[in-house]
């Protein structure tokens, strides 16, 4: 998958406070299934909190109802998990494994994304990182994950999109919403990454079903 015209235009995140805490299995089982009927190709889990136990459990349910063949699982932070639970790759950022590492852990097949840069332009030197993807923001403000990093609008997707070049696959993260991931899109983001915008709706699948729709 490191070819841009491979990625798809939307990759779900699928962070563990939209899981409720009772019925949680079947929850992720319903969920999953339904997200593959809908067409996702490619999805992050991510637990910031939960114990280890609870990741493990979680990821054996999505795995089962998002068949490989189809759907690229991608688990966030843990690059020392992917063998044990069959995903496709990592997402690491500040604070986690370098790419380098997480590279040298997984080896040259597994998917690997990290974040490229924000207000401040990129990272220096992380274009070079041995990474599939690099995600960028905060676009706009998000309540899914803490951050005080400054937001960067549209056109600092373009700022970024410009500084990278036409190669590097570039992720817009943060606050996007369907009413603005096509303009993410045209201002130069590859893909582009949602959260609450899909889980927090009362059926993610069809909700996914209308973005594909509308992004085309």
Do not use: C
Not at 109 to 122: E, S, V
Not at 159 to 176: D, M, T, Y
């Amino acid at each position: 998958m490191q070819s841009s015209n491979q990625w798809p235009k939307v990759y779900p995140i699928l962070d563990a406070s939209f899981i409720p805490p009772t019925g949680r299995a079947e929850f992720l089982r319903r969920l999953g299934g339904g997200l593959a009927e809908a067409g996702v190709t490619l999805l992050e889990y991510r637990n910031k909190t939960g114990a280890e136990t609870e990741l493990l459990a979680d990821a054996a349910i999505l795995r089962a109802a998002l068949p490989s063949k189809q759907v690229k699982l991608i688990l966030d932070d843990r690059a020392d998990l992917i063998d044990k639970i069959g995903f496709d790759g990592v997402h690491v950022d500040a604070g986690d494994l370098q790419p380098a590492e997480a590279r040298s852990l997984l080896g040259p097949d597994r998917i690997i994304g990290t974040f490229g840069g924000g207000a401040a332009g990129l990272l220096p030197g992380i274009l070079e990182a041995p990474a599939d993807y690099f995600s960028i923001g905060p676009v706009f403000a998000t309540r899914t994950k803490q951050t005080s990093s400054p937001l960067i609008g549209m056109d600092g997707v373009k700022r970024l999109r410009a500084e990278a070049g036409p190669g590097p696959v570039l992720v817009a993260i943060g606050g996007i919403t369907l009413a603005t991931a096509a303009e993410a899109l045209s201002a130069g983001a590859t893909f582009v990454a949602i959260a609450g915008a899909l889980f927090r709706q009362p059926d993610p699948a069809a909700e996914f079903r209308r973005w594909l729709v509308a992004l085309g």
